[in-house]
Structure formats: C-alpha cells, structure tokens
C-alpha cells in the first residue's frame, strides 16, 4: 500500500466536503458587481463569456488554462531562472523533470499547448490523412484540418451521453478503430491522439486498459500513438481512483506508464504544471529530429521555444508537483462535491464528474432552446447575468460550420464552470450552486443566441451574437425582483 494521500477527511458531524491542503498566502481583489452592470457587460462583450473584462466578473470560470494558482515553491524557483537565449540552464532543469516525470528523453519546447499541435500536424499530417482520437479539442481540430487532414472521433456511444456510470467515458473504442484502419488504410492515418480526460465531453478519462490495448492495434498496423497530456495529472488521479490494478501505485507510477504507451508526448504546461507554455517529447529521436526545425521558426529556440525562463522554472516545479496525490486531487474533489450538488437539486449535469471543470447539461438545462441558437451560449450568458460567474460554452458555438454554411450540431451542449488549482474556496463554490440552482428554477426565462459577428476559424473566441429576444432584460428583472437589494 502506497503512503500517498489525497483530501478525503472524514468529518465528525457525517458531512462529506473537501478538504484544502493547502494555505492562502496571497490574495487578489474580486468584483461583485450589480446585476444591472452584468446585463449591461454581457451586452457589450456580445453575449460572448470571452470578451468579458474582470472588472465585471466575479468568479472566473472560463478556464483552468494558465489560470491555476503557482505554489510557493514555484515562484522561489522562478527567481533563479538564467535568462540566456540559447542553452539555458533552465531549460536543463525542465528537461530533467519531463523525464523524470514522463519518461520521455528528447523534450521540444513551445510557447503553449497549440503551438506543439501546430509543430505536429505540420510534420505528420498531410491531405487526406485521418486522425482518430478519443474526442477532438478545438485547437486540435483546426490544426488537423488547416493541414488537410479530418478527424475521426472513436469514444464508446454512451460517451456523449451526460447521465452514465462508466468511470472512463474517455475510452477509445477498439472495435471502431479497426473499423476506422480497415476503411482509410494504415498508411493513411498518421498517428492516433489519445487526450488524457477529454475536455469538450465533460472531462472525463481513459483507463490504461484501455490505452494498453489501443497501443496493441496501433503495433499491429504500424501507427504512432500520440498522448495529449495536458489533463494527465487528472487522468491519473481517476485511474488511482477508479481503476482496480493502479489502486496502490502512486501517482508518479501511472504517469510514466501512461506516457510509456505513447511515442509521442505532448502538453500544455498552462494545464498540466500550472504555469504558461508547453512541450513535444519523446524517446524516439528520430521522431525529434523531423519536428525541431519548426521550433525555431514558430517558437523560439530550441532551448525556451517562446517560452519566459522563469516560466520554465516554474514548469519544471510544477511537472514534479504534478506527481502529488494532494495537488492532482484536489480539483477534482471540488468539482464532485459541485456536481454532487446539482445531482441533489435536480439540475442535469454530466455524470460521473470529471477532471477540468463541472459540466452543466445545457440541452437538458434549456431543452425548450433549439441547438441552432446555441442553448450552452445562452447558458453561459445566462448564468453571468445571474451570478458574475463566467464560464464557457461547450457546444455547437464552438462547433463549425459545414460546406453548406449549416451548423455542425455538437454532441453534446455543456456549459463549463472550470475549477482551477487551488483558486477557489468552498463558500465560492456554494455561492455558484446557489445562483445555479436559482436559474434552473427561472429557465423558461432565457431564450437563445444568433451570429451578429462570426470569425471563420475557433469563431467561439472572438464571435460576438445578440439574444433573439428581450430575455436577458427578463432574466435580470426577475433576479432583482427575487433577490432585492443583494448582488
């Protein structure tokens, strides 16, 4: 039995509530402002949570993307960085800790996670080409595409469905990627992407077994396997937690036997060790050498890739913290005792939760909204006005559009509340379930969205829609009129 310990304390009274492990030691200033002001700004940022200023926002929730909280241990070591352009003692020290961590020797350095998509699909991906994959991301998607490649998403069906007991609802089907070789060829699939807990379905994880035996049929037909490892840490926190064999193996032993099944390797350090950049590694060095050339033409070079050094020391410190039980442990311990709380009040959400964030189902939330008004946007938009809280859209806004200009509807339409690292505190969380809650009970009060501005690639950043209807004055009259004076 391993030593490792993660936030699960029993409480004297029976109430079963996370525990933070660790102490505030600095604060930053919020704003709560009236609901009046929140209708008014989400106005003028177009309906669009991206385009909001914090100024206005009161918890942001948008994302846990280079927004975790730094450990003490991080920023001391951000102080000693060399800043040299070429051949950077820092560099060294984050070098060391991707294989001490991962497992992987030759590291290629980038300013952040889409950046090491860029570099990849420029190098394996070519017309024609497909990729299959556990679910896509956005990023990747369009990378994929710009390249001349489509995408194959090849989860179990009951993935895209929000209400499941399956604990690893990021699996990769077996049976529908030999499907998927028998049709297009080996030759024609680059690699297969696996993406440690899938972010546009909730957040939810693959098991090794699972891994194990995709890596089996990628050895059969001669594919790489390629690992998204930005989420790795939650990945491996749900496999502790859920996965028989790995009940007693440290946190630090299931990522090197994650990243043992991939050839190639690659993060977003804004993710997965709470600081800004990311990484490409792998043990294969020739694999290295057909992608280095593109570090310094789009990054930087190869020894900080655009990267600040002191955020590589910072990344360094944060891959190791990464193999920490307590860290890893404690987002996803806030987002089930949230999603714990919807389930209690009724309001539908995906189950069971994930890493990343809560996942509201906003097609349920807003059956009454067709998806071509985008239900998950006017939830997000909503549920500012209601609260200050901004989260993200997770649906067919962040979809694209066919060759016929028609929406591609999504499987699933999610509104995101991300939980980033040791940002947010209990009450703040109660706070989000109560305003939650209140919105569930005046639904029948939001209305839908429509285009007014629509950029043509990743249009869910800076689109900007208009409500199709008066329901934002409505929704703020009715919260005024509910809530008095109260903010």
Known sequence: MNSETSNSVKFYNGEQIPLELHKVRVVQKLHLVPVERRLEAAREAGFNTFQLSTNDVYLDMLTDSGVNAMSDNQIAAMFRADDAYAGSQSFDRLKK???????????????????????????????????????????????????????????????????????????????????????????????????????????????????????????????????????????????????????????????????????LVYFSARKVSSSRGGGICTNDPAIA?????????????????????????????????????????????????????????????????????AHIDAGSFLSHIPQEDYPAGALAAAFFIASGVRGMERGTLSSVRDENGNDVLADVELLRLAFPRRVFTLSQVKYTADRMKWLYDNRELIGGLEFVEEPPVLRFFMGRLRAKSDWPEKLAAKFRQDFGDSL
């Not at 070079?301 to 955020?311: A, K, N, P």
Request: charge should be negative; proline fraction near 5%.
């Open 97 to 263: 800790a991707v294989e001490d961590v991962f497992g992987k020797k030759y590291l290629l350095p980038a300013h952040q996670g889409r950046a090491c998509e860029n570099i990849i699909s420029r190098t394996f991906v070519k017309p024609g080409d497909v990729v299959p994959m556990n679910y896509h991301f956005t990023t990747t998607h369009a990378h994929i595409d710009l390249n001349g490649g489509k995408i194959e998403e090849l989860v179990a069906d009951d993935a895209v469905n929000p209400v499941s007991s399956n604990p690893f609802k990021g699996n990769l089907d077996p049976d529908k990627l030999r499907d998927c070789i028998a049709r297009h060829g080996a030759d024609k699939i680059p690699f297969v992407r696996m993406e440690a807990s899938t972010n546009l379905i909730g957040g939810q994880p693959f098991s090794i077994a699972n891994m194990r035996e995709i890596r089996k049929i990628c050895d059969e037909h001669g594919i790489m396997m390629v690992l998204d490892a930005s989420l790795i840490g939650e990945n491996a926190y749900f496999i502790k937690m859920r996965e028989e064999e790995f009940k007693d193996s440290s946190c630090a032993e299931i990522l090197k036997t994650m990243c043992s099944l991939a050839e």
């Open 289 to 357: 050498k057909k992608m280095e050339h593109l570090v310094p033409l789009f990054e930087g070079f190869l020894t900080y890739g655009g990267i600040s050094v002191r955020e590589i020391e910072a990344m360094a410190v944060g891959l190791y913290e990464t193999t920490d039980l307590t860290v890893i442990s404690q987002s996803p311990s806030f987002i089930e005792y949230f999603i714990g709380q919807m389930v209690d009040m009724g309001i539908p959400c995906v189950t069971p939760a994930g890493g990343l964030g």
